[in-house]
């Protein structure tokens, strides 16, 4: 199966380039049905640029961004050597609530470029 999903264009060009191999969302309807061996197109929100495709890899499910953020290698998850000490699981507060992560739990998902 192949799924649509957009992104800002700083996380689109380090997923293009392999730096980012997590892509962090929350576990609701439409990233329940995500099976490793799935495909992700990832076009990008706020910038013409060409769409590209990764395989899922791995799901990593946690009950919210602070288990998700304790859990897997952040340099992997979108931060470079420069913020990484600064990266906080309420960076994610501002595309999910915690109501919503409450209600769905989160997940991490491990993508390789096609």
Known sequence: ????????SQP????RSG????????????RQRI??????????????REPFVVVVTG?????????????LPLLQCGYTEDDVDKASPD???RYYSVEEQAKFGVVGIEIMLL
Do not use: P, W
């Not at 730096?19 to 439409?30: A, G, H, I, S």
């Not at 099976?35 to 076009?43: K, P, T």
């Open 35 to 48: 099976q490793v061996g799935d495909e992700i197109e990832f076009s990008c929100a706020d910038a013409e």
């Open 19 to 30: 730096r980012k191999t997590f892509e962090l969302r929350l576990y609701d309807e439409k």
């Open 91 to 93: 960076d994610m507060n």
């Open 59 to 71: 799901l990593h499910l946690f009950k919210n961004f602070i288990e998700l953020y304790a859990s």
């Open 12 to 15: 689109f060009q380090k997923i």
């Open 1 to 8: 199966m192949r799924y649509q999903m957009k992104l800002r």
